[in-house]
């Protein structure tokens, strides 16, 4: 029972103007995310149609490429200048753990990362029009004054009204937002909420005029689910792990070779589109984002062969690699997605009695949900694009959970190395 006169309980969330006024922002910015992803999108469509002729076996690229990457190397070199890009860009989860954008950069994002994508660079689309959607939903928080708590909710709901038309799912763009952001108390209500409305709004406004969807994009056979394949699972979450181990190693030495080169800006970039693009040319499948061209790889594998597959994985880490040591700009899930994709491909080619959803499936998940901090949109996201079955779900949450807990493991022995190591290195104090 409680006593006369005492303290009145606050109200909750939703019945305060303030939500109501964020939910507002959030139809905008679901219009804005829409408009830009559709012209984004339409852009580099347009621009990379170059690419199209080409032949997915050996050499089956056009030595003019080279000059068209080189070229784009230099331009995105130049604009970086021009825009005051820093060289050191926060990445795509970055910005959403800082729930953050800083809108002066935006521009150049932006205008290096189109440039980047028509090149034929080895990145993704969604860094770009993350950076829009973070950005205007930042700028309208200063505009009307907003405290940091609604402002960091803005820059989510500005994220998701970004992606709800690239990823054609509300569920995968909320999850993906709330898994790398992690609001807590009250803000989790204001957050999950305000990106409901956003990614809907960005979706209906996004398919009505586009048509297309990001979901069944991948045809997988369909298989029967078994109980060996849970264990099947963890195995497949290990060498996911090996994978991205592998491609950590190539982008650290990617980065400390650029870092150590003693040229302009210009000349770095204009050597890291020489590079894809002559690893383009030998193997075709390694250009751009990787989403369409993972389609020939699932589709074909028997005549692409597995030497040319195994090729192509490793290749396609090399060439994501240079182009983010380089000072190309762009997103690091749709690569992932490819290199998971294609690691997945090679396993039921090398062991045909592992079925190829099952394989495709598992890696096309675990590998960037080892990389991200976003492992359960990740199983989400390969559900959906497969369209496998209900059961068939559980060996893909096994090989991503085996997948990051092997990564988040190593991480955890390195720091402690390092630790150890600096301990050891530090003088004894005098007596």
């Given at each position: 029972m409680s006593l006369s006169g005492g303290p009145a309980e606050a109200p909750p969330v939703t019945q305060k103007r303030e939500f109501w006024a964020l939910m507002g922002y959030a139809v905008a910015l679901g219009v804005f995310g829409a408009i830009a992803g559709l012209v984004f999108i339409g852009v580099i469509d347009f621009g990379g149609k170059w690419y199209n002729d080409s032949d997915p076996g050996w050499f089956g690229g056009q030595w003019w490429w080279v000059a068209v990457a080189a070229v784009a190397g230099a331009v995105v070199g130049l604009l970086r200048r021009l825009t005051r890009l820093p060289h050191d860009v926060p990445g795509l989860f970055a910005d959403l753990q800082t729930e953050r954008v800083d809108r002066k950069i935006v521009p150049g994002i932006v205008a290096v990362s189109t440039v980047s994508l028509i090149g034929g660079a080895s990145l993704g689309p969604e860094k770009a029009l993350g950076s829009m959607g973070g950005?205007?939903?930042?700028?309208?928080?200063?505009?009307?004054?907003?405290?940091?708590?609604?402002?960091?909710?803005?820059?989510?709901?500005?994220?998701?009204?970004?992606?709800?038309?690239?990823?054609?799912?509300?569920?995968?763009?909320?999850?993906?937002?709330?898994?790398?952001?992690?609001?807590?108390?009250?803000?989790?209500?204001?957050?999950?909420?305000?990106?409901?409305?956003?990614?809907?709004?960005?979706?209906?406004?996004?398919?009505?005029?586009?048509?297309?969807?990001?979901?069944?994009?991948?045809?997988?056979?369909?298989?029967?689910?078994?109980?060996?394949?849970?264990?099947a699972g963890v195995l497949l979450g290990l060498f996911a792990a090996l994978v991205v181990t592998l491609l950590a190693g190539l982008m650290r030495a990617a980065a400390r070779l650029f870092g150590r080169l003693k040229a302009p800006a210009i000349a770095k970039s204009t050597l890291g589109g020489l590079i894809f693009g002559i690893v383009g040319v030998a193997l075709p499948l390694t250009m751009f984002s990787g989403?369409?061209?993972?389609?020939?790889?699932?589709?074909?594998?028997?005549?692409?062969?597995?030497?040319?597959?195994?090729?192509?994985?490793?290749?396609?880490?090399?060439?994501?690699?240079?182009?983010?040591?380089?000072?190309?700009?762009?997103?690091?899930?749709?690569?992932?997605?490819?290199?998971?994709?294609?690691?997945?491909?090679?396993?039921?080619?090398?062991?045909?009695g592992v079925p190829m959803g099952l394989a495709f499936t598992c890696l096309l998940a675990a590998v960037p949900g080892a990389l991200a901090p976003a492992p359960f949109s990740m199983v989400l996201m390969a559900a959906f694009l497969t369209q496998v079955g209900a059961l068939q779900t559980a060996p893909i949450l096994i090989a991503v959970v085996t997948a990051f807990l092997t990564m988040e493991a190593v991480k955890y022995l390195l720091a402690r190395g390092k630790q150890t190591r600096t301990a050891t290195a530090k003088p004894t104090a005098p007596a």
């Open positions: 950005g205007a939903g930042s700028w309208l928080a200063q505009r009307k004054s907003l405290g940091k708590e609604d402002s960091q909710v803005n820059t989510l709901a500005g994220f998701a009204g970004a992606y709800g038309g690239l990823f054609s799912s509300t569920v995968i763009v909320v999850l993906l937002i709330l898994e790398a952001a992690r609001p807590g108390g009250q803000r989790l209500t204001k957050a999950l909420a305000a990106e409901i409305v956003a990614s809907s709004v960005s979706f209906g406004i996004y398919f009505v005029i586009a048509g297309a969807v990001f979901l069944d994009s991948y045809q997988v056979p369909a298989y029967e689910f078994e109980s060996w394949q849970l264990l989403s369409e061209q993972l389609k020939t790889v699932l589709k074909d594998p028997g005549t692409l062969g597995l030497g040319l597959i195994a090729a192509v994985l490793v290749a396609k880490m090399f060439t994501f690699a240079v182009s983010q040591a380089s000072g190309f700009v762009g997103g690091p899930i749709f690569p992932s997605l490819f290199i998971g994709g294609t690691a997945g491909v090679l396993v039921h080619q090398v062991i045909p």
